[in-house]
Structure formats: structure tokens, C-alpha cells
């Protein structure tokens, strides 16, 4: 029965999504249990892609990304794949009638990875509308399920949303991003002199797209606005600690938040009847 193969795959990307982010396993548990299966079929989706460019370093990357591509729009036209990851976003994607053009831009970014190492400002906006904006996106289209008019309200927040927690993944990953894996993403930094001056003008950007997305975020339904507000708690938290420090620090270490400490936030989440700013 197919729907055995399809429970099965749920659970493949809620394995992925557990095994590879603690704070968005925790950030789903706050959803309506009616969105869990959906947002880890996107998540084990997008993870996979990001696995390709990122880490896949003894094989061809290029071909990897291509077949996945591939694969990806044949699961979507024929409802199936063998790929339990592909099977579980394909009925996510045909369910809630996700635009593929947001799937390819997605795609198109993972490529850009590929061969960009600097990025201009226009690259740059680029890479963060696929990479993180329309995938904020997809997992809109699945929160405000049939409503197209809240969909297009809270289209723009969302993909700030999205915005500001890739370019906090960017400060975080830094060092690894330079170093190992030979990328520079903020347009018009001196990766060998960055400075304080230069984090401020990231941070500043980033607040900017902090202030558009809480007021989309207070608009969400209910069902998804708990599991959105711990991700968009945490990020902040994540994000006020980076600022803090000196620019060598950032550029020398990996900056983290501790579980425990991540689950304290989910807990004032869970209890707080408003969204704090955590500034």
C-alpha cells in the first residue's frame, strides 16, 4: 500500500530534519500537529540540496544537483519517488499547490553554490531570494493552507523572515564558508579585514528585515504562529549573541546556543501570550 510508503517517508524527513537542526525540530513541535508531516517534508528537501553543495566534496557535486533537480520535478509530475525525501516533498508540494517556479529558484541558488565565490550585491540578493526567501514561502503556502489573500499579505514578511535568518546563518558560518568551502556571500567585505564596521552594516540590514517580518509573524494563524515565533526567538537570540562579539571572534569560531539553553526558549515560547523582540 502506498500509504505505508508514505508514512514512511514522512519519517525519513522528520529523521533529517531531527538529525540536522535541533531548533527547527523543536520550532515544528509548536506547530498544529496538521502542519509536522508538510514542514519536515520541506525541510528534508531543502537539507538534501544543501547536503550536495556543501558537503558531497569526493563526488560530483554538479551531476548530484542535476539528478536531484531532475528527480525532484518527476516526483512532482507523477506523485511518487523512490527517494522517501522526494515522495514526502512531492505530496507536500501537490497538496498545498506550491509554485514550482518557487522550487527552481530554490534550486537555481544550491547551483549558484556551485560556482560563485564573491558575490555582488545583486548576486547576492540573488542567492538569498532562493535560498531562503521562497522557501519561507513554501512553508507559507502551507500555513495559511486555502486563504490565498492572507498568502499574499504575508508574502513579503515572510520572505524577510527568511532573509534575516540566512544572513545570521552567514555570520554564523563565516569562517567555515571562507575558509573551507571558499565562499564569500556579504557583497563588498574584505573577508581578510572584516571589521566592526562591517558587522554593524550586516546587523543593521538585518534588523531592517526583522522589522517587516514581526509584523507578518503576529498575523499568522494561530496554528503556525507558536512554531514560527520560537524559530524567529531563537534566530534573534543566535543573532544578539554574534553581535556582541568581536569581529576576530566570529571569524575564528563557530557560534552557537546551547540546547538546554534552546529549550528554555521554546518553554517562555510556550508560555508567553506575545511575541518578544529579544533585543
Not at 512553508?139 to 532573509?163: D, H, I, W
Not at 509584523?215 to 494561530?222: I, R, S, V
Request: aromatic fraction near 12%; charge should be positive; include cysteine.
Amino acid at each position: 500500500m502506498k500509504s505505508l510508503f508514505d508514512k514512511l517517508s514522512t519519517r525519513c524527513s522528520k529523521i533529517t530534519t531531527q538529525t540536522y537542526s535541533t531548533s527547527f525540530s523543536l520550532g515544528i513541535r509548536l506547530l498544529d500537529k496538521k502542519f509536522h508531516a508538510p514542514i519536515y517534508g520541506i525541510y528534508g528537501f531543502v537539507r538534501f540540496a544543501d547536503e550536495i553543495v556543501d558537503s558531497f566534496h569526493d563526488y560530483s557535486k554538479e551531476a548530484l544537483l542535476k539528478d536531484f533537480r531532475q528527480q525532484t520535478f518527476n516526483a512532482i509530475t507523477s506523485g511518487i519517488s523512490l527517494n522517501p525525501i522526494l515522495n514526502s516533498f512531492q505530496a507536500v508540494v501537490n497538496t498545498y499547490k506550491i509554485d514550482t517556479h518557487l522550487i527552481e529558484t530554490f534550486l537555481d541558488s544550491m547551483e549558484m553554490d556551485l560556482h560563485q565565490a564573491d558575490y555582488s550585491r545583486t548576486l547576492y540578493d540573488r542567492y538569498i531570494l532562493g535560498s531562503a526567501e521562497v522557501v519561507g514561502l513554501m512553508c507559507l503556502r502551507v500555513f495559511t493552507e486555502e486563504n490565498k489573500n492572507l498568502y499574499e499579505e504575508l508574502k513579503y514578511p515572510a520572505m524577510k523572515l527568511g532573509a534575516a535568518f540566512q544572513k545570521i546563518n552567514f555570520l554564523r558560518d563565516i569562517k567555515n564558508d571562507s575558509r573551507e568551502l571558499g565562499r564569500i556571500y556579504f557583497p563588498g567585505i574584505d573577508i581578510h579585514n572584516f571589521s566592526e564596521q562591517d558587522k554593524q552594516s550586516i546587523a543593521s540590514e538585518i534588523e531592517q528585515d526583522f522589522a517587516v517580518a514581526i509584523e507578518g509573524l503576529k498575523q499568522l494563524p494561530a496554528s503556525s504562529r507558536k512554531g514560527v515565533a520560537l524559530a524567529y526567538t531563537y534566530y534573534r537570540v543566535l543573532f544578539n549573541k554574534i553581535r556582541k562579539l568581536p569581529p576576530k571572534k566570529i571569524m575564528t569560531e563557530r557560534i552557537r546556543i546551547a540546547n538546554s539553553h534552546k529549550l528554555g526558549i521554546m518553554l517562555q515560547t510556550v508560555i508567553s501570550p506575545g511575541i518578544r523582540s529579544e533585543r
